[in-house]
């Protein structure tokens, strides 16, 4: 269970995320782009995502915005998925349902990630972003995916390059700040370069790196 700390950084993150993707214009509601990040369709990025699957399977998107990563998976990808999204914004799900997954709808699930359940062996594929994952739960968030994943799956962490570079400033100054780290919400243990430093320790030198211009993404076999 988070601690109340956690509680309210996702709260105030939700609060944010929905003010940001969900404004009051009509233009705003009416972009399928923006409640996934971009301002147009990141097939470049879509791609690589693709070619990290390598067999039939269910794959959860966890924090999958309006689905539209999945979307791409299914559309794409020459194996047979099925795709299951989980986001703790109300009008992004609304969004997967009714606009970009409207076939598998009932696979989409609005809430907190961390307090999504997730059954023993019941995905092939898990997509995360860890930033989105507060510090006091990243461990026991990261084992509840390792039992959720099946044998022979793969877990695809993944950031984006603009919140790395973000992480990296802040490491950087929690060298000559040392109070700051303890305040962060991410456990920054070096100088933040990839996906596998916001990670626990001993997860990093397990995963297989992958580096794009636009994401980091370390791959955990399962």
Not at 33 to 56: A, H, M, Q, V, W
Not at 179 to 191: A, C, S
């Amino acid at each position: 269970m988070s601690t109340e700390r956690a509680r309210e950084w996702y709260k105030k993150r939700r609060k944010i995320f929905e003010k940001m993707y969900w404004g009051e214009s009509r233009r705003r509601r009416d972009n399928l782009y923006r409640p996934s990040g971009f301002k147009e369709y990141p097939r470049d990025i879509y791609n690589l995502f693709t070619s990290l699957i390598d067999r039939d399977g269910k794959v959860v998107d966890l924090g999958c915005g309006n689905g539209l990563l999945l979307r791409h998976l299914v559309q794409h990808s020459r194996y047979r998925l099925e795709p299951y999204g989980v986001d703790f914004l109300e009008k992004s799900i609304e969004q997967a349902k009714n606009k970009i997954l409207p076939e598998y709808a009932q696979n989409f699930t609005v809430a907190n990630i961390v307090d999504y359940k997730l059954e023993p062996q019941s995905y092939d594929f898990i997509l995360v972003d860890p930033t989105s994952i507060h510090r006091d739960d990243i461990e026991d968030f990261v084992e509840k995916l390792a039992i959720a994943c099946r044998p022979g799956g793969k877990i695809i962490f993944y950031a984006y390059r603009d919140v790395l570079r973000v992480l990296k400033i802040l490491s950087i100054l929690t060298k000559t700040i040392p109070f700051l780290e303890k305040n962060l919400p991410w456990k920054l243990h070096r100088v933040v370069k990839w996906v596998g430093d916001i990670l626990p320790l001993e997860l990093q030198y397990r995963l297989e790196r992958i580096e794009h211009k636009h994401v980091s993404i370390g791959v955990y076999r399962c």
